[in-house]
T-cell receptor, first 115, second 110 residues
Framework: GAVVSQHPSRVICKSGTSVKIECRSL??????MFWYRQFPKKSLMLMAT?????????EQGVEKDKFLINHASLTLSTLTVTSAHPEDSSFYIC???????????FGPGTRLTVT | RKEVEQDPGPFNVPEGATVAFNCTYS??????FFWYRQDCRKEPKLLMS???SGNEDGRFTAQLNRASQYISLLIRDSKLSDSATYLC???????????FGGGTRLMVKP
């Protein structure tokens, strides 16, 4: 399957700071990228959908000013968690989809811990 | 009612057993269906797409019943390495996104 990378894999930050997570499609052009978060033993929760070159579409209840998403190229999307709080601690996973097909390929995830 | 529902399990089975999971979806307009596998603290990985005619990949068989709006996954000759959470996933063209079920946990024991 297609390869999606995510960086960093793990990050610990202090409350009030911002954290940027990168998601890259390595061997295909991702016209659409998705950002999810997952709490322990819970299902994936879609946060937002982004198409290259346009603004992200956020799911209900997700603050767009807190979770900034940029999808500047067909291979890179970034999620910035601004003014992080301990309740933002979670597993953040991106996925990417090409122009053809509906399958999404997931990055390895970023485990964020806010102290 | 959740859009995609799965029995969370866990299903505890011995090695070599055959196990089946079902999943129901509520949106009759759903177009594409998938099974993903997620290991603990890892990202989901695509296991197989589910086609209307049913499809098989080695020990794994997926079936789709549009009339009853359910999808199934059958695993034959279970291996210890099959232990994971299996996610039923539905694609809705209208929303242009995947909707995940809560997952079914499988534990294969020696």
């Amino acid at each position: 399957g297609a390869v999606v990378s995510q960086h960093p894999s793990r990050v610990i930050c202090k409350s009030g700071t911002s954290v940027k997570i990168e998601c890259r499609s390595l061997d295909f052009q991702a016209t659409t990228m998705f950002w999810y978060r997952q709490f322990p033993k819970k299902s994936l929760m879609l946060m937002a959908t982004s198409n290259e070159g346009s603004k992200a579409t956020y799911e209900q209840g997700v603050e767009k000013d807190k979770f900034l998403i940029n999808h500047a190229s067909l291979t890179l999307s970034t999620l910035t968690v601004t003014s992080a709080h301990p309740e933002d601690s979670s597993f953040y996973i991106c996925s990417a989809r090409g122009a053809l097909g509906y399958e999404q390929y997931f990055g390895p995830g970023t485990r964020l811990t806010v102290t | 009612r959740k859009e995609v529902e799965q029995d969370p399990g866990p299903f505890n089975v011995p090695e070599g057993a055959t196990v089946a999971f079902n999943c129901t979806y509520s949106n009759s307009a759903s177009q594409s269906f998938f099974w993903y596998r997620q290991d603990c603290r890892k990202e989901p990985k695509l296991l197989m797409s589910v086609y209307s005619s049913g499809n098989e990949d080695g020990r794994f068989t997926a079936q789709l019943n549009r009339a009853s709006q359910y999808i199934s996954l059958l695993i034959r000759d279970s291996k210890l390495s099959d232990s994971a959470t299996y996610l039923c996933v539905v694609f809705n063209n209208a929303g242009n996104m995947l909707t995940f079920g809560g997952g079914t946990r499988l534990m294969v024991k020696p």
